[in-house]
């Protein structure tokens, strides 16, 4: 949407578009029975690795993988004996 002006006096001029890649912080993820431990470039977290709220500048086309760690819980068992 801009004008542009006298670019040349004659002949044609092109004109190519410069990108550059903007970063984006990576988001935390829920999921029930698990805790979010950050992001990965491999599946089975043996990639580099990213935490939530870190900042990520894509320089390709790229895949994150959410890693997760599984809650533990302790049960403990009082058994009531009636007499």
């Not at 006096?9 to 410069?18: D, E, H, I, K, P």
């Not at 698990?34 to 390709?60: D, I, K, Q």
Request: net charge positive; glycine share 8%; proline share 4%.
């Amino acid at each position: 949407k801009a004008s542009v002006k006298n670019l040349a006096t004659s002949g044609t001029v092109t004109l190519y578009a410069q990108w550059t890649s903007a970063s984006v912080t990576l988001p935390s993820a829920t999921r029930d029975g698990y805790t979010f431990a950050g992001w990965n470039t491999a599946a089975n977290g043996s990639g580099t690795s990213y935490s939530a709220g870190a900042s990520y500048t894509p320089t390709a086309n790229i895949t994150l993988y959410a890693q997760w760690t599984a809650n533990t819980y302790t049960v403990a068992y009082n058994p009531r004996t009636n007499v």
